[in-house]
Each structure stands twice: as C-alpha cells, then as structure tokens.
C-alpha cells in the first residue's frame, strides 16, 4: 500500500480526504435541507447522530477516532485534525448566531457555550455507542441535545422551528 503513496503522511492524509467526503454527503449534506439558524444546527445533531447510529464507519465517527489518536501528537496530521474540528464546532456556531440573531434562541445564551455543549452530547454518544455496542445510547444523545436547545430557547420566540430530532 504504501508503494501507491509517497510516505505514511500522504496515506493518512489521503484517508482523512476521503472521511471527510464521506461525512460531507453523511451527515452535512442533508442536514442543509432543514431551514438556516435553529434548523440547521438540530438537523446538523440529528445527521451526526444517525451517522453513528447507521454504523457508517464501523468503529463509529472517523473523525472522533482520528481526535483521540492524534490529539497528543505534533504534525501535519495533528494539524489538519484540530482544523477540522474546529471547522465542525464553527458550522454549528455560525447557525447558532444566526438562531440568535432571528430570535429563536435566547439572546443571551453563549454560543461557544452552547455549541461546546452540543458537540460533547454528539461525541460521547459515539463513544459509548461505538464503545458499549449499543445503539440504544444514540437515542440518550438525542435526547441531551433537545434538552441543551431547550434551554437555549427559554424566553426566546420559536415560531416554525423544524424539531427533527423529535422521533
């Protein structure tokens, strides 16, 4: 394998390339359907949560592995890893602010906060999914990401708000 590629950086490089296409048609893509604002970060959660929960990388999100593989590590892959997270935590932010902006969440909520709070829900249902095999613990990250929204929208319009997490 590794004759096809220039060193172990352009392998692993290539294999992050090829994640994230997979998460792009996975769990973005369809997740741009649902309206701007409050929509898209419920429909952002509830595409991440059935990408898990479909089993679309066997040992869970690709990108969460790749986190707790590379996170005490310096380099290129270390690199390309935190900007991709951060990439994922500012697609949730900047719908956030905009949620924020059209009143259907609170005016005051922090939205580092919040979408802090959200991707932690995201994650740890992929760990212990991925972990326990048990598909069951997606649904408890579900029902931690409306509950986080919730308290979010406390005193805060949401007139045609989609609730796509609500099954």
């Excluded at 172990?8 to 996975?26: G, M, P, S, W, Y």
């Excluded at 509830?46 to 990388?57: D, Q």
């Excluded at 990401?145 to 796509?164: D, F, I, Q, S």
Aim: hydrophobic share 45%.
């Amino acid at each position: 394998m590794f004759a096809h590629f220039a060193s172990k950086v352009a392998l692993q490089r290539e294999t992050i390339d090829a994640a994230r296409d997979v998460f792009e048609r996975e769990v973005v893509r369809p997740a741009l359907a649902a309206p701007e604002g409050l929509g898209h970060v419920e429909a952002f959660c509830e595409a991440y949560l059935s990408y898990v929960e479909r089993g679309v990388f066997p040992g869970g999100c690709f990108f969460a592995h790749a986190l707790a593989e590379f996170d005490a590590q310096d380099g290129p892959i270390h690199a390309e890893v935190v900007a991709d997270q951060r990439a994922w935590s500012q697609v949730i932010g900047r719908q956030i602010e905009i949620a924020k902006r059209s009143g259907e969440i609170a005016p005051d909520v922090d939205g580092e906060q919040l979408a802090f709070e959200l991707l932690a829900a995201l994650e740890l249902a992929n760990y212990l999914s991925t972990l326990a095999r048990d598909p069951s613990i997606v649904e408890r990250g579900r029902r931690s990401v409306r509950a986080t929204l919730e308290r979010a929208r406390k005193n805060a319009g949401t007139g045609g708000v989609v609730h796509v997490l609500e099954r």
